[in-house]
């Protein structure tokens, strides 16, 4: 089985990756929630910008996960709560819940694609329901190609500009471990970075400029917003 998509689902019953209906929880037992964002890259599109969230008590048993395995309070339980429930699976006492669809698009186990996990932008060891967070967190769910690299593009800008002036911007990723790495040929408002992982770009006129770095078959970086004076 290939490694990646192993990890996706977290490689046992106790780290299921993907479940969606809720049970209530027992005193004392995974109820306390914390607050963190979710967004989902589509293979095609942006599914969810970044939404802030916070995630309850219970658990996730969607697919037949058995309660008591997956906490509402991690990772698949703030994906739940993010996409309000719109997203599917399929549970396996082998190997956990295989991740169908979110929000639409669907993905399954044995395709081309399918769904990763990154947490604070470094692709994630452990499935959704084994993912503990904690206040900030920064979760992104993307479409990923088997054969593609396990990485998400970062975007770093100046927040204010002027106009007619050119400016700088940087595309890193995150590997699993380590600092960040540059990433070269990758395209921000029409500029392509270079092996530096950087690019320059003019902007003509005033106002918000909203940029973003997208390199094939990378996840796409959120959208970066300049002021442009």
Known sequence: ????????????????????????APAGAATVGTTVSVRVEGVNRTLLSPKTIRTHG?????????VGQCPATSAAGALDVATK?????????GLGVE??????E???FTSKYFWGIWINNRFAQLG?????????????FGAISDTAPDNALLLRTPTN????????VKVTYLPGKGLAKPVAGARVGGAVT?????????ARNKGTLFLRAAKRPFIRSVFARVTVS
């Open 128 to 140: 959704a329901c084994a993912l503990k967070l904690h206040k900030g967190d920064k979760l992104l």
């Open 99 to 104: 991740v169908l669809s979110i929000l639409g």
């Open 85 to 93: 429930s719109r997203w599917g699976g399929t549970f396996s006492s």
């Open 161 to 168: 500009v002027t106009a007619g002036h050119a400016f700088t």
């Open 1 to 24: 089985m290939n490694q990646k998509k192993f990890l996706a689902i977290g490689g046992a019953v106790a780290s299921l990756a993907a479940c969606a209906a809720i049970v209530t």
């Open 194 to 202: 270079n092996s530096q992982g950087s690019a320059t770009i003019t």
């Open 58 to 66: 219970g658990w996730i048993t969607k697919g037949g996960t058995p």
């Open 106 to 108: 669907k993905h399954s």
